[in-house]
């Protein structure tokens, strides 16, 4: 199956997870582990807004992560603090990468909004292989998310 039929497969199956359920966290967490179990990621996970500069750990799905991260640091602060995914090849070639793990090779940060468009979270997945994630990862994971606030 190629990664778009992928996509195509579960995104129907996170939207009737978290439809009508009202709680960010159980929606984070039934969305990290149903993107883990499908795609068979190294670590799948949010980090979560707790203060005006940094982001502490949230649900997530594979071994123990980082628990807290500054704004604008690693690729999750850089996602937060640009308000853009960040689509990374390699890891070891971003300046400034958290390596919570040597395993990670590459890695994709979505930024999570609430309604009023503020940044609540990010989604985190990383690969333990090179050159893992696209422009189909980012275009279905902008899509995913965005049912958090749905």
């Known amino acids: 199956m190629s990664k778009e039929e992928k996509y195509q497969e579960i995104y129907p199956q996170i939207a009737s997870v978290v439809e009508g359920e009202p709680d960010l966290i159980a929606n984070m967490a039934n969305m990290a582990a149903l993107l883990h179990e499908q795609f068979g990621f190294w670590w799948t996970g949010f980090y979560r807004v707790d203060s005006a500069d940094e982001l502490v750990l949230g649900p997530f799905q594979g071994p123990v992560a980082c628990r807290r991260i500054r704004m604008g640091r690693g690729v999750c602060g850089t996602a937060w603090a640009t308000d853009t995914t ?32 503020n940044i609540i979270a990010v989604l985190d997945i990383d690969s333990a292989e090179y050159a893992t994630f696209d422009d189909t990862d980012q275009r279905w994971l902008e899509k995913i998310v965005s049912l958090l606030t749905a």
């Open 86 to 117: 960040q689509v990374v090849p390699d890891v070891d070639q971003f300046p400034g990468h958290i390596a919570c793990s040597s395993e990670s090779k590459s890695e994709i940060v979505v930024p999570v909004h609430d309604a009023k468009g």
